[in-house]
């Protein structure tokens, strides 16, 4: 029997997903920058969302009015006020941090693990040029594009209820896009875990949203679905997480100055990062179940 012919939003998102992989893959530019030059990212997962779908206006009313949906972004990009939201769709994927930066991280308590500071610095240029190389490739093929977090809408605020925040979330956007839910500590636990970077882009292109397996945007946490776990609270070094949730503004102060003069003077690069709570936690690399803890 024939098989049936693929419709074309499920051969976009094929297509789409393969570019993801293929980059992360192969391409030279996925490095820690280290003298072994290894990879900064292993395998991605790659979902989808409608620039129309609800959870982006609720983003606005939840962190504050600055936060974008994908229409103004890419309207602002554009500057044309016909497209529709629900013409856009959000491209959304997940890059885990490779195996030997969390194995090196686990044995840390205080300050980053030189692998894990780089892909906290070198791991977002990869991010970024992973975003730069599929608005690339869209607009090879005719479809209009942008990388929301590069473009000069994106710019950290402070939201009334959550403190420090940006005008698109990366996070947010994954979890619009099935990818994963929220944790204790703020990260997002996915199928991959938590140790790991997100990115996204918006495109003028149809593809089906990937379906949410979830309806609790904290379903994957242990703490929150099964009242056990809290290993990301003993893990931070300066208590910034509790029972209420994460504490921004003590984890930023560890961040700066603290952890980023350390690796200036110890690894002799500018960056900064921590990732304790990221690392040697039961979501660090998968969805976690109670026997995990
Ligand atoms: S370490 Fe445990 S409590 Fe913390 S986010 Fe992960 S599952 Fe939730
Ligand atoms: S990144 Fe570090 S300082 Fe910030 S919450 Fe996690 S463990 Fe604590």
Redesign the pocket.
């Known amino acids: 029997m024939l098989k049936p012919l693929l419709d074309q939003s499920t051969e976009n998102a094929m297509w789409i997903e393969k570019t993801v992989k293929d980059f992360i893959a192969t391409s030279p530019e996925n490095t820690l920058k280290n003298q072994d030059n290894d990879k900064a990212f292993e395998m991605p997962l790659v979902g989808f969302s409608s620039g129309d779908d609800p959870l982006y206006e609720a983003y606005k009313e939840h962190v504050g009015p600055f936060h974008l949906t994908p229409w103004e972004i890419f309207v602002a990009t554009y500057k044309d006020f016909s497209i529709k939201a629900n013409e856009l769709t959000v491209i959304s994927w997940v890059l885990p941090h490779n195996n030997a930066t969390k194995v090196d991280n686990r044995k840390e308590k205080f300050y980053p693990a030189e692998r894990w500071a780089r892909g906290r610095i070198f791991g977002e240029e990869v991010n970024n040029k992973l975003r730069k190389h599929i608005v690339a490739s869209l607009e090879a093929e005719g479809y209009r594009a942008v990388a929301p977090a590069l473009t000069p809408q994106f710019s950290t605020r402070i939201s009334p209820k959550y403190g420090y925040a940006s005008t698109w979330s990366e996070r947010h956007a994954a979890y619009a896009s099935g990818l994963g839910t929220f944790g204790l500590?703020d990260g997002l636990i996915t199928a991959v875990g938590k140790a790991m970077r997100t990115g996204s882009i918006i495109a003028q292109i149809p593809v089906l949203p990937t379906p949410r397996p979830y309806t609790d945007h904290h379903a994957y946490c242990l703490f929150f679905s099964q009242g056990v776990c809290e290993k990301?609270i003993s893990?931070?070094?300066?208590g910034?997480?509790t029972k209420a949730g994460?504490d921004k503004e003590?984890?930023y102060n560890?961040?700066f100055p603290v952890t980023q003069n350390y690796v200036i003077s110890t690894y002799d690069f500018d960056g900064y990062g921590?990732?304790?709570?990221?690392t040697k936690v039961p979501c660090e690399s998968k969805i976690p179940v109670k026997q995990d803890v």
């Open positions: 500590c990301c893990r931070c070094p300066v910034a997480i994460k003590k984890c560890h961040l921590c990732g304790m709570c990221q």
